[in-house]
């Protein structure tokens, strides 16, 4: 992507100590405030009724991929066929889904990403150190939404006026922390290829 870069986590000398790769990538970015009584076992992006059915796809997901585990052992070529159905199948529900509730241009930002944790820009004062905020991030081109709860670690002045909001994931899901190395991952062999 344009205006990306890769940052490796620094040496444990340098004093800054990051467990995990670094890129500066665009991305769908939906943020949540949540408030200090808010339950974070909710999802606060709850605003469809499909929930139930997006649940009911995530089951029938680890199901098949249990059984292809199963099945890799007696036909390895039936297996992986169904394993490149089910990923087509996939997709095109990351489409459907994405076409059917689209991000605004305002939603799609400059950040910095890894598995840890997250930065992006905001208007001065939106955010304080400590605050807590549920991200649902859209990642292309695969269109995978991981969701997290984060909190404000730092705040930063930048040149442009706005503010450079640090976060950490306090609870992640190890799914969407999967999705998110897989997306940095595919970032790098991306740029990499562009080299």
């Known amino acids: 992507m344009p205006g990306t870069e890769n940052t490796a986590p620094p040496t444990p000398q340098s004093g800054d100590r990051r467990e995990f ?14 408030e200090g009584d808010q339950d ?16 009911e796809f995530r089951r029938l997901d680890q199901d098949v991929k249990s059984h292809l585990v199963t ?15 089910n990923s087509k199948i996939d997709t095109l ?7 059917q509730n689209p991000l605004q241009p305002e939603d799609w930002q400059d950040v910095t990403l890894s598995e840890g ?11 304080e150190k400590g605050d807590t905020m ?3 991030m859209t990642l292309p081109p695969e269109l995978y939404q991981p969701q997290a709860i984060a909190e404000v670690s730092d705040l930063e002045a930048d ?10 994931f306090t609870h992640i ?3 969407d922390r999967q999705q998110i190395a897989r997306h940095v991952m595919r970032w790098q062999v991306r740029q990499r290829q562009k080299e």
Request: hydrophobic residues 40%.
């Open 159 to 168: 040149d442009r006026g706005t503010v450079r909001v640090h976060t950490e």
């Open 93 to 99: 529900g990351r489409i459907i889904a994405f076409e």
């Open 21 to 34: 790769f670094r890129i500066n990538d665009r991305i769908g970015l939906e943020i949540r405030r949540l």
């Open 117 to 127: 944790g997250l930065s992006f820009s905001a208007i001065p004062r939106a955010w």
């Open 40 to 55: 974070i076992d909710t999802d606060p992006f709850n605003d469809s009724p499909e929930e139930a059915l997006k649940a």
């Open 173 to 175: 899901d190890d799914s």
């Open 134 to 136: 549920a991200l649902r």
């Open 71 to 85: 099945l890799a052992e007696r036909d390895r070529s039936l297996a992986g066929l169904i394993k490149s159905l």
